[in-house]
C-alpha cells in the first residue's frame, strides 16, 4: 500500500538508524568546527587592524566567553580549589 511506505518513510525521520544518526553527528560536528575556527580567525583579523583599540575589547570578549563556558567554569574550579 503506497500510504503504508509514506508513513514508514516519515517514521524513519523520527527514528533514525545508526549509519544516519552517524552521518547526522560528522555534519554537526564538522559545521561546529567550521564557525569556531571562522570566529577565531574574524578575532584575529580584528587584532591585527588596530591592535591598541581592538586589544582590550578583544580582551573582555576573551574573558566573558571564558566566563560563560563549561571550560572557563572548570578553569576557575581548579584555580580556586589551589589557592584554597
Known amino acids: 500500500d503506497p ?3 509514506r508513513l514508514a518513510s516519515a517514521l524513519t525521520a523520527l527514528d533514525p538508524s545508526a549509519d544516519q544518526v552517524s552521518r547526522m553527528a560528522g ?8 564557525r569556531a575556527r571562522a570566529l577565531s580567525a574574524e578575532w584575529l583579523e580584528l587584532l ?12 573582555a570578549g576573551a574573558c566573558v566567553m571564558l566566563a560563560t ?5 572548570l578553569l576557575w574550579g581548579l584555580l580556586s580549589a589551589g589557592l584554597g
Do not use: E, I, S
Open 3 to 5: 500510504d503504508d511506505r
Open 48 to 59: 591585527r587592524q588596530r591592535p591598541l583599540v581592538n586589544g582590550p575589547l578583544a580582551l
Open 27 to 34: 555534519a554537526v560536528a564538522a559545521q561546529v568546527a567550521r
Open 69 to 73: 563556558t563549561p571550560f572557563g567554569t
